[in-house]
T-cell receptor, first 111, second 114 residues
Framework: GQQVMQIPQYQHVQEGEDFTTYCNSS?????IQWYKQRPGGHPVFLIQ?????EVKKQKRLTFQFGEAKKNSSLHITATQTTDVGTYFC???????????FGSGTRLLVRP | SAVISQKPSRDICQRGTSLTIQCQVD?????MFWYRQQPGQSLTLIAT?????????ESGFVIDKFPISRPNLTFSTLTVSNMSPEDSSIYLC???????????FGPGTRLLVL
């Protein structure tokens, strides 16, 4: 069945260092989305990418959708302690409104 | 974005009992979903709550264990029946209120079963 994997599972960085998480789908996706879940919180929608090769930026966050629409990445420049949390990618399932979520990357930032 | 609330926010329950979780949205939405998130894990879709018809369950989840109601376009309930410690999880409702395949989540219900 359709699978979405993320690497790394976990990353611990020094504040100010950069961070990247990678998302890979077993199938081509019509779009890819990213969510952030703070410790003890719920997932919060960050962004949706639709076009092949699309790149979007939100302040220090850069999101990219692969040319084949099967992979994506989230890059954070100069991490801050407020970036702590788990980052999930997600894609539509079976051409429906359902989503399949990636395994998540947990980011910890040392002050 | 939609404002979504869930009740209760957390509960500790005894095995064999049932708990009903409520999800309220501040606007009418067509698509409403229920997820389970076990500690340190990703989100697993339990079912899609359909207004006016039975919920659609994902593989591994059955109506007898997780009955769902959706009486209108702003409200849904999920019941966790005959609970066991394995049901200890966070239960989240979400909505796709813009029908753009993006979802907005409620704050979650943290359930511990003893």
């Amino acid at each position: 069945g359709q699978q979405v994997m993320q690497i790394p599972q976990y990353q611990h960085v020094q504040e100010g260092e950069d961070f990247t998480t990678y998302c890979n789908s077993s199938t081509t996706l019509s779009n890819i989305q990213w969510y952030k879940q703070r410790p003890g919180g719920h997932p919060v929608f960050l962004i949706q990418l639709v076009k092949s090769g699309e790149v979007k930026k939100q302040k220090r966050l850069t999101f990219q959708f692969g040319e084949a629409k099967k992979n994506s990445s989230l890059h954070i420049t100069a991490t801050q302690t407020t970036d702590v949390g788990t980052y999930f990618c997600a894609g539509p399932r079976d051409s429906s409104y359902k989503l399949i979520f990636g395994s998540g990357t947990r980011l910890l930032v040392r002050p | 974005s939609a404002v979504i609330s869930q009740k209760p926010s957390r509960d500790i329950c005894q095995r064999g009992t049932s708990l009903t979780i409520q999800c309220q949205v501040d606007s009418q939405v067509t698509m409403m979903f229920w997820y389970r998130q076990q500690p340190g894990q990703s989100l697993t879709l339990i079912a899609t709550a359909n207004q006016g018809s039975e919920a659609t369950y994902e593989s591994g989840f059955v109506i007898d264990k997780f009955p769902i109601s959706r009486p209108n376009l702003t409200f849904s309930t999920l019941t966790v029946s005959n609970m066991s410690p394995e049901d200890s999880s966070i239960y989240l409702c979400s909505v796709d209120y813009r029908l753009q395949e993006t979802q907005y989540f409620g704050p979650g219900t943290r359930l511990l079963v003893l």
